[in-house]
């Protein structure tokens, strides 16, 4: 049909290697098109006729990656080696990042869960609706499998961040890594943990001077979180073991962290973490200049290692 083809001529798109093809006209709008062209057609018939044209309903596709960060791939393999030396020596390998934060209240949430009846939730997911929201701040010990989440109630800063990994080290950490002289932290570029953050870098200092501890962070390369062992081994443990259940309450979210198993034998432990977190701070330029940070030779912006001020045990 003609006047078809030529309706939606400038509104196609299409791939080049199916050669499937779409419009972003409505099947609605081309038949008042049609009909104004003096073309009777029901939108099921436009359908079908799309259908033999080679049309069909497409949704976006995530395949374009952009550009990617140089020496992205460099940085794996680097991160690669850093872990298998900690973990060939027995000392702690962690993964951490902040999970996207979740609104406390009778809210939907992403999944199904079997009932005999749907659960009837807030039509509308306005903040202002909320008892309040969880930041939860995820630590997964690579070596040991396990998990610990620190669930914050204001703001994800870079000092929230250093006290859950402080709470995991006094918690767990310390216990299982007795004597222990240096800890490996994977990260990404971003986020209360980036590798710019100067009050990320002091928090650390202060952790590590209070324990004696050496510390080296390696961050995963801009654009490429997804590769930080916490998001697939962990967070969409979580994700899927509160898929379907309304947050609401902090000690939901607990209890549905603390549940989270694996066949692998994966298990968590969580708290909950009612401090304020400021933001805005800034790191005066004496307290920087006490920081003692040693960039490596490989990407200096992204791999370096912390030295407490006081006696180093390695």
């Not at 098109?33 to 596709?61: C, E, F, M, Q, W």
């Not at 020596?89 to 949430?109: A, C, H, M, Q, Y």
């Amino acid at each position: 049909m003609p006047e078809l083809d030529k309706l939606i001529k400038d509104a196609t798109a299409g791939d080049p290697i199916s050669g499937l093809k779409w419009t972003h006209k409505s099947l609605r709008k081309m038949a008042d098109a049609l009909a104004r062209a003096g073309h009777s057609l029901s939108i099921p018939t436009i359908s079908r006729l799309l259908y033999l044209r080679s049309y069909s309903l497409k949704v976006n596709h995530k395949r374009v990656a952009g550009k990617q960060s140089p020496g992205r791939d460099e940085q794996f393999h680097y991160i690669e080696q850093r872990r298998k030396l900690f973990l060939r020596r027995k000392w702690p390998v962690i993964s951490v990042d902040t999970k996207k934060s979740e609104l406390i209240g009778n809210f939907k949430n992403a999944g199904k869960e079997w009932r005999r009846q749907a659960r009837p939730v807030n039509m509308y997911d306005f903040p202002s609706h909320a008892s309040g929201k969880a930041i939860p701040y995820g630590i997964y010990d690579i070596g040991r499998q396990e998990g610990y989440v620190v669930v914050g109630i204001s703001h994800d800063t870079p000092a929230f961040a250093v006290a859950s990994i402080r709470s995991w080290w006094l918690t767990i950490g310390k216990k299982a890594y007795p004597e222990c002289p240096h800890l490996l932290i994977e990260a990404d570029c971003g986020g209360s943990n980036g590798n710019r953050s100067r009050v990320w870098k002091a928090r650390l200092q202060d952790f590590a001077n209070e324990f004696g501890l050496k510390i080296t962070i390696t961050h995963y390369p801009t654009g490429a979180s997804k590769w930080n062992p916490i998001e697939h081994r962990m967070f969409n443990l979580i994700s899927k073991n509160w898929e379907g259940q309304p947050l609401e309450s902090y000690e939901t979210v607990l209890k549905h962290i603390r549940t989270t198993t694996s066949t692998s034998g994966f298990r968590c432990k969580a708290r909950l973490d009612k401090k304020t977190y400021e933001t805005g701070i800034k790191v005066s330029p004496k307290e920087e200049k006490r920081m003692k940070i040693i960039p490596h030779k490989v990407f200096p912006n992204w791999n370096y290692t912390i030295h407490p001020w006081l006696t180093d045990k390695s």
